[in-house]
């Protein structure tokens, strides 16, 4: 189902108050009707809004129970803006831009809500790639990408798997590793990637073990030389995440913020075909309906970098 506003106009409109927010998140999240989350089949009382109470059990409850939404006592408006806002920004989401369009005291504040904004941005249980996908591994945060062994004080390494869709990319996962082992290399990739699928990459030792593991593993090249395209896709996505990082943040950034921003990009890159930003937001809510609430102490790094 698609609902969503397409402009900026009709979302305020749209969106004017906690009601009408919350109407949105009901529609979204209970197409047939609100349900207990206890007892998914109970039938259920509507009480003094927002609350529904469930005629088995006796639970009270709310559309933002239980979700990525339940976590504050903030306006719901408040992070529709917030939504909107990461939505529109072509180069991805900053805290301090964050702070600034929802007005909010603290630095702080702005950083913690956008690392909870990752997590919707992260499908719930997501599937693994498969088919036939390159895995490649890069540098990333310096002025260039590179390759392993080449500069890589001050980088942080990704593993990037891109789905083969004929002359095209698929769908894509990016995982930081801590080094370009074995031990690093092989569970990114099977995180990223179901067995049984066809994994091409380079000619690296750290990926010797991956037919052990259940893949159809091919080598397509000796030399590990970005710009030698033979993993053309993996090479591609690589580009254009560190141009991606550079637009945003000059490349600076911090190790405890890439994992935001990994996320941020797999999931616009991913989505990068649906031409509408109205439907992304659609997503992004019905994402962060799907999660269950965050506390600060679990956000990435457990702690503010200010
Ligand atoms: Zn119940």
Redesign the pocket.
């Known amino acids: 189902m698609a609902d969503y506003p397409q402009t900026v106009l009709e979302f305020n409109d749209r969106f004017h108050n906690e009601a009408a927010c919350r109407a949105y998140l009901e529609t979204l999240r209970w197409p047939e009707g609100p349900r ?1 989350p ?2 998914p089949q ?1 039938k259920v009382w509507t009480m003094k809004a927002p609350f529904y109470r ?1 005629a ?2 006796g ?1 009270d409850f709310t559309v933002t129970a239980g979700t990525l939404f339940a976590d504050t006592h903030l306006p719901l408006r408040l992070w529709f803006q917030a939504l909107w806002h990461v939505i529109h920004q072509k180069n991805g989401a900053s805290a301090l831009g964050v702070q600034r369009v929802l007005g909010l005291g603290s630095y702080r504040t702005a950083w913690r809500w956008l690392h909870k904004l990752r997590r919707a941005m992260v499908r719930p249980g997501r599937d693994r790639l498969s088919g036939t996908v390159e895995v490649d591994e890069v540098y990333v945060g310096g002025e260039r990408p590179g390759k392993r062994g080449r500069g890589a004080a001050g980088k942080a390494l990704v593993l990037i798997a891109a789905q083969v869709d004929g002359g095209k990319i698929g769908r894509i996962r990016l995982a930081r590793v801590a080094d370009a082992s074995t031990a690093a290399l092989v569970p990114a990739t099977t995180a990223a990637v179901s067995p049984g699928s066809q994994v091409l990459t380079d000619g690296w030792s750290g990926y010797a073990t991956l037919q052990a593991k259940g893949y159809r593993h091919a080598v397509v090249r000796d030399s590990a030389v970005v710009g030698a395209n033979l993993l053309p896709r993996a090479n591609r996505v690589a580009a254009l995440l560190q141009r991606w990082l550079l637009g945003t943040h000059q490349g600076a950034v911090a190790a405890a913020h890439l994992d935001y921003y990994l996320d941020e990009f797999t999931f616009r890159f991913n989505r990068r075909t649906s031409g509408s930003r109205g439907l992304l937001f659609q997503r992004l809510v019905e994402q962060a309906l799907a999660l269950a609430p965050v506390r600060g102490d679990e956000l990435v790094g457990g702690k503010c970098p200010k």
């Open positions: 207990c206890r007892c109970a469930c088995a059990c639970h």
